[in-house]
Nanobody
Framework: QVQLVESGGGSAQAGGSLRLSCAAS????????MAWFRQAPGKEREGVAH???????TYVDFVKGRFTLSRDSAKNNLYLQMNSLKPEDTAMYYC????????????????WGQGTQVTVSS
C-alpha cells in the first residue's frame, strides 16, 4: 500500500505564492507517475500537472508559466510551486500516484492523498 500526505496549502492573496508538498510512503517501489489534481466546490476534479518516470512534466494550460512541478531524486516527495495565484486557483488540491502509464486522467491513478486546501483571495 502507498500513503500520500499533502501539506503546504493555505490562504494567499492574488498574485502571491504557495508551495505544496506530497510525501509518499509505504510500498513505493515502481511509483513513478505522480500528479496534482484539484477540485473546486461544485466542479469536477481536474488535472493540474504530472511527472513521469523520466521526470518529464506536463502542465494544463491554465497553470503553465505559473506553477512548477518537481520531486526529489528518490521520487518519494512531490512539490508544486504555485506563483501568480489567481482566485480561480481556489480548490482542494490532491496528490496522486500510480505505477502505470502517466497521464492527466484521474481515473488512471490508484493512490490519493486526503487533499490540502488552497484559497486565493482577490
Amino acid at each position: 500500500q502507498v500513503q500520500l500526505v499533502e501539506s503546504g496549502g493555505g490562504s494567499a492573496q492574488a498574485g502571491g505564492s504557495l508551495r505544496l508538498s506530497c510525501a509518499a510512503s509505504g510500498y513505493t517501489y515502481g511509483i513513478y507517475c505522480m500528479a496534482w489534481f484539484r477540485q473546486a466546490p461544485g466542479k469536477e476534479r481536474e488535472g493540474v500537472a504530472h511527472i513521469d518516470a523520466l521526470d518529464r512534466t506536463t502542465y494544463v494550460d491554465f497553470v503553465k508559466g505559473r506553477f512548477t512541478l518537481s520531486r526529489d531524486s528518490a521520487k518519494n516527495n512531490l512539490y508544486l510551486q504555485m506563483n501568480s495565484l489567481k482566485p480561480e486557483d481556489t480548490a482542494m488540491y490532491y496528490c496522486a500516484a500510480d505505477r502505470g502509464d502517466c497521464s492527466g486522467d484521474h481515473r488512471n491513478f490508484a493512490y490519493w492523498g486526503q487533499g490540502t486546501q488552497v484559497t486565493v483571495s482577490s
